[in-house]
């Protein structure tokens, strides 16, 4: 790394400083940090201090490595000098800047895509999401297998900021280097981390209740939603189908434009639209109907029981028919 300004940015705070960490290593090398890396995260005027600091020639080390947290915290005028700096940087000075404290000022950003590099730290969801627990642990100093791999990242869902204190932990107990399997990294996970909405409505998609019931657990447990915010997302989910159902719409392009959201769900919705019917989508639209009237007082079952038999009849009425053998010829 040798440019002059990095800018961290992400919405996970745990995974921006675990960047911010990382960028600072890659940055200072082998020399001694503390004779380089200057932090000037609790200044009030971090900001025009860390313009100030980069424009000064260092005379007791090779160069300068200034830091600052949560750029955010900072309003349009208090970043102008580190603006202006960026405009003709100082040879031998680097700036790390990390998101968090609020939004950073458009035109920051802008100075800083000219001048250096923007590290992305955002979460990543889906099969991106995946790919980067297998990239870190295929990195990381102990070795798990496949089965090892696949269990840390069912276990972990959305939580993946987690990943790398386990690995830190694994490290520790088996020593670099060490190969494991499932019953070494086991005792070692701690509770399930929490699951994102389409994970439940994929598990439904598919008619597994088991595993719909268990997303569910994760939403509640581990995300901390509310009962009433998972029988909203499933509202959405079995309504975007019902809108599709009869529309006359060509593909996904049309179906995207209807109901207002992204190409892929999209897709997904008008899949499933098609392949369940009217039929089916009404009763499960009567069933997200009634969980709801029954989470507002309705019944005396708690929250997360009304849930579970909501999710796992929904998953029975959406679970795909099984496909017939084809027919013998003689």
């Known amino acids: 790394m040798n440019a002059v300004v990095y800018y961290v940015k992400g919405d996970d705070p745990v995974l921006v400083a675990q960047a911010m960490m990382a960028t600072l290593d890659e940055?200072?090398?082998?020399?001694?940090?503390?004779?380089?890396?200057?932090?000037?995260?609790?200044?009030?005027?971090?900001?025009?201090?860390?313009?100030?600091?980069?424009?000064?020639?260092?005379?007791?080390?090779?160069?300068?490595?200034?830091?600052?947290?949560?750029?955010?915290?900072?309003?349009?005028?208090?970043?102008?000098?580190?603006?202006?700096?960026?405009?003709?940087?100082?040879?031998?000075?680097?700036?790390?800047?990390?998101?968090?404290?609020?939004?950073?000022?458009?035109?920051?950003v802008k100075?800083?895509?000219?001048?250096?590099?923007?590290?992305?730290?955002?979460?990543?969801?889906?099969?991106?999401?995946?790919?980067?627990?297998?990239?870190?642990?295929?990195?990381a100093p102990i070795k798990v297998d496949a089965a090892a791999a696949r269990l840390i990242e069912n276990h972990l869902g959305e939580d993946i900021a987690r990943l790398e204190p386990l690995v830190n932990v694994l490290t520790a107990a088996f020593g670099p280097g060490a190969k494991l399997g499932p019953a070494q990294v086991e005792p070692y996970l701690g509770e399930a981390g929490s699951s994102a909405p389409?994970?439940?409505?994929?598990?439904?998609?598919?008619?597994?209740?088991?595993?719909?019931?268990?997303?569910?657990?994760?939403?509640?447990?581990?995300?901390?939603?509310?009962?009433?915010?998972?029988?909203?997302?499933?509202?959405t989910y079995v309504s975007r189908m019902a809108r599709l159902d009869g529309a006359n719409v060509a593909g996904e392009a049309d179906a995207a434009a209807l109901l207002g959201i992204a190409a892929y769900p999209a897709k997904k919705a008008l899949s499933q639209s098609r392949r369940l019917g009217t039929d089916?989508?009404?009763?499960?639209?009567?069933?997200?109907?009634?969980?709801?009237?029954?989470?507002?007082?309705r019944s005396s079952w708690p929250g997360d029981l009304v849930l579970e038999v909501l999710v796992a009849r929904l998953a029975r009425v959406g679970r795909p028919s099984p496909r017939r053998a084809p027919a013998r010829t003689t």
Request: no cysteine; charged share 20%.
């Open 27 to 108: 940055v200072v090398g082998d020399d001694d940090p503390t004779l380089i890396v200057e932090d000037l995260t609790g200044d009030d005027n971090a900001a025009a201090a860390a313009a100030e600091s980069a424009a000064t020639p260092s005379f007791l080390a090779p160069r300068r490595v200034i830091v600052v947290r949560e750029i955010g915290r900072f309003t349009a005028a208090q970043v102008a000098p580190l603006i202006d700096y960026l405009a003709a940087p100082m040879e031998g000075a680097t700036i790390i800047l990390g998101s968090g404290g609020g939004t950073v000022p458009a035109p920051l």
């Open 111 to 139: 100075a800083v895509q000219k001048a250096g590099a923007v590290v992305d730290a955002g979460t990543p969801r889906g099969k991106a999401r995946s790919s980067w627990v297998m990239e870190k642990l295929h990195e």
């Open 280 to 297: 089916a989508l009404l009763r499960m639209l009567g069933l997200v109907a009634d969980a709801d009237v029954d989470l507002r007082g």
């Open 198 to 235: 389409w994970d439940l409505t994929d598990a439904i998609d598919k008619g597994d209740a088991a595993a719909a019931i268990d997303q569910l657990h994760r939403l509640l447990s581990g995300a901390g939603r509310h009962p009433l915010g998972v029988v909203s997302s499933l509202h």
